[in-house]
């Protein structure tokens, strides 16, 4: 199909096109060629700070907008850290408040780990305004350190969800732990046991899944195991599967059965957790006899369910 004649023009007259336009995502949207001629990081730059930095009259455009950008292929972990220091960088705080009005200034962002950043009602970032749906692309494996660490920060600066009403996309993100799980991934799983934001929470079905299929990563198993409590999502930790699979594997001599059957029996009795408990003898000598990363325990703080409540506030 031949060039209409807007898509014919200049680059240097379709961008004050685009700018005048009020950064109509729809003509993007309506034409790829029109999209792929005003690709640029100047082009970028200049619609997320339209569209991030500011609140507009009518949201729902806004959002739509904002949908768009997050899920567009240039929107990378990369040009977002590069966009987020240049246009933040001169205020010095990622609030966006002039100089002299920020109290609590959280700059240079933690890039790292965004839950470093101590934020609150009365501080909250820019970003805490964006209401938009969290891209496909960040919802499944494979679990790269650049995917996690993007997915982290939106999630602990702004108000992103999965859409609820897309069936196929909530079983993206199930999928997702599931590929997470696969790969040993405790950030990933984290992320999305914590977040119920990004869909269903866990049940005894996942745990199941990390126990069974997984490998049985104790860091993992522990973390879903939290957090499935924490939801409320199982009423009855009685599971003659893993009942088996517990016995199985202490035959076997692999002291990670002995220790699910320990966790599982606590949870059973409603003892569970038991605040600074020593590990039993078959945990003791799984972290010493084996530096397989699976095979080692790890239970972090997360501050996730604190600020998710003042976000869903806005």
Same mark, same amino acid.
Request: glycine share 4%; charged share 25%.
């Given at each position: 199909?031949?060039?209409?004649? /807007? +898509?014919?023009?200049?680059?240097? #007259?379709?961008?004050?096109? %685009?700018?005048?336009?009020?950064?109509?995502?729809?003509?993007?949207? *309506?034409? =790829?060629?029109?999209?792929?001629?005003?690709?640029?990081?100047?082009?970028?730059?200049?619609? !997320?700070?339209?569209?991030?930095?500011?609140?507009?009259?009518?949201?729902?455009?806004?959002?739509?907008?904002?949908?768009?950008?997050?899920?567009?292929?240039?929107?990378?972990?990369?040009?977002?850290?590069?966009?987020?220091?240049?246009?933040? *960088?001169?205020? @010095?705080?990622?609030?966006?408040?002039?100089?002299?009005?920020?109290? $609590?200034?959280?700059? =240079?962002?933690?890039?790292?780990?965004?839950?470093?950043?101590?934020?609150?009602?009365?501080?909250?970032?820019? %970003? *805490?305004?964006?209401?938009?749906?969290?891209?496909?692309?960040?919802? %499944? @494996?494979?679990?790269?350190?650049?995917?996690?660490?993007?997915?982290?920060? #939106?999630?602990?600066?702004?108000?992103?969800?999965?859409?609820?009403? $897309?069936?196929?996309?909530?079983?993206?993100?199930?999928?997702?732990?599931?590929?997470?799980?696969?790969?040993?991934?405790? $950030?990933?799983?984290?992320?999305?046991?914590?977040?119920?934001?990004? @869909?269903?929470?866990?049940?005894?079905?996942?745990?199941? %899944?990390?126990?069974? +299929? !997984?490998?049985? $990563?104790?860091? /993992?198993?522990? &973390?879903? /195991?939290?957090?499935?409590?924490?939801?409320?999502?199982?009423?009855?930790?009685?599971?003659?599967?893993? &009942?088996?699979?517990?016995?199985?594997?202490?035959?076997?001599? &692999? =002291?990670?059965?002995?220790?699910?059957?320990?966790?599982?029996?606590?949870?059973?009795?409603?003892?569970?957790?038991?605040?600074?408990?020593?590990?039993?003898?078959?945990?003791?000598?799984?972290?010493?006899?084996?530096?397989?990363?699976? &095979?080692?325990? /790890?239970?972090?703080?997360?501050?996730?369910?604190?600020?998710?409540?003042?976000?869903?506030?806005?």
């Amino acid at each position: 199909m031949p060039s209409s004649g /807007i +898509e014919s023009l200049p680059v240097e #007259l379709l961008q004050p096109i %685009f700018f005048t336009s009020g950064y109509n995502i729809a003509l993007l949207q *309506a034409s =790829p060629r029109l999209a792929a001629r005003l690709s640029s990081d100047y082009v970028y730059d200049a619609t !997320c700070k339209y569209y991030l930095m500011t609140t507009m009259l009518d949201r729902t455009v806004q959002t739509s907008a904002q949908t768009y950008i997050f899920a567009s292929k240039w929107m990378t972990w990369g040009f977002f850290r590069s966009w987020i220091t240049k246009t933040y *960088a001169p205020i @010095g705080c990622l609030c966006g408040r002039t100089e002299g009005s920020c109290f $609590d200034a959280q700059w =240079p962002p933690d890039f790292e780990d965004a839950t470093n950043m101590v934020f609150s009602r009365s501080h909250l970032p820019q %970003f *805490a305004f964006i209401k938009a749906r969290l891209p496909r692309k960040l919802l %499944f @494996g494979p679990w790269t350190p650049d995917k996690v660490k993007f997915l982290r920060f #939106l999630l602990w600066t702004t108000s992103m969800t999965v859409d609820w009403n $897309d069936t196929e996309i909530l079983q993206v993100a199930v999928e997702g732990r599931r590929q997470a799980m696969r790969e040993h991934n405790l $950030d990933a799983v984290e992320l999305l046991n914590h977040n119920r934001r990004l @869909g269903k929470g866990a049940d005894l079905s996942t745990i199941r %899944f990390a126990v069974m +299929e !997984c490998g049985c $990563d104790r860091s /993992i198993v522990y &973390d879903t /195991i939290s957090m499935a409590r924490y939801w409320g999502n199982v009423t009855s930790w009685e599971s003659a599967e893993l &009942d088996r699979w517990c016995e199985e594997r202490i035959l076997m001599g &692999d =002291p990670k059965g002995l220790w699910l059957q320990t966790e599982l029996s606590l949870l059973q009795s409603n003892d569970w957790p038991v605040e600074e408990r020593e590990e039993n003898s078959a945990s003791k000598e799984l972290g010493e006899s084996n530096k397989e990363p699976q &095979d080692r325990l /790890i239970r972090r703080q997360h501050k996730w369910n604190q600020v998710s409540r003042v976000i869903f506030l806005l």
